[in-house]
Nanobody, 133 residues
């Protein structure tokens, strides 16, 4: 049973930083390293939007324009954990952040162009990020 558990959310002032974690369980070594994983976020009254996509078996990373240069994704393969370092946070970054995963044999396609919200079958329950002064 695949499970994704997010953590690390909280409240920060504008300009601050947070690091989110997504711990993945229920994967074998090979299945974890063939996942398109992504962080999505959903603010109150708005649709869920993709923030960053990351292929666990390679170097493919894709950032939404809204976070490019401020957010950085990384992973610890020994822990099957994905991290999202968020710097220079803005009030508009306030949202519930979700981790998602979907197995793929085409890691180079792991991006917002090919993997929409509907593409992902495994989701975490989310962690809240609030940016406010």
């Amino acid at each position: 049973q695949v499970q994704l558990v997010e953590s690390g959310g909280g409240s920060v002032q504008p300009g601050g930083s947070l690091r989110l974690s997504c711990a993945a369980s229920g994967y074998t070594y090979s299945t974890y390293n063939s996942q398109c994983m992504a962080w999505f976020r959903q603010a109150p009254g708005k649709e869920r939007e993709g923030v960053v996509w990351f292929y666990t078996g390679g170097d493919t990373t894709y950032y939404a324009d809204s976070v490019q240069g401020r957010f950085t994704i990384s992973q610890d393969t020994a822990k099957n954990t994905l991290y999202l370092q968020m710097n220079s946070l803005k009030p508009e970054d306030t949202a519930m952040y979700y981790c998602a995963a979907e197995r793929t044999t085409a890691g180079s396609l792991c991006s917002g162009f090919y993997f929409s919200e509907r593409s992902f079958r495994s989701w975490g329950r989310g962690t809240q990020v609030t940016v406010s002064s």
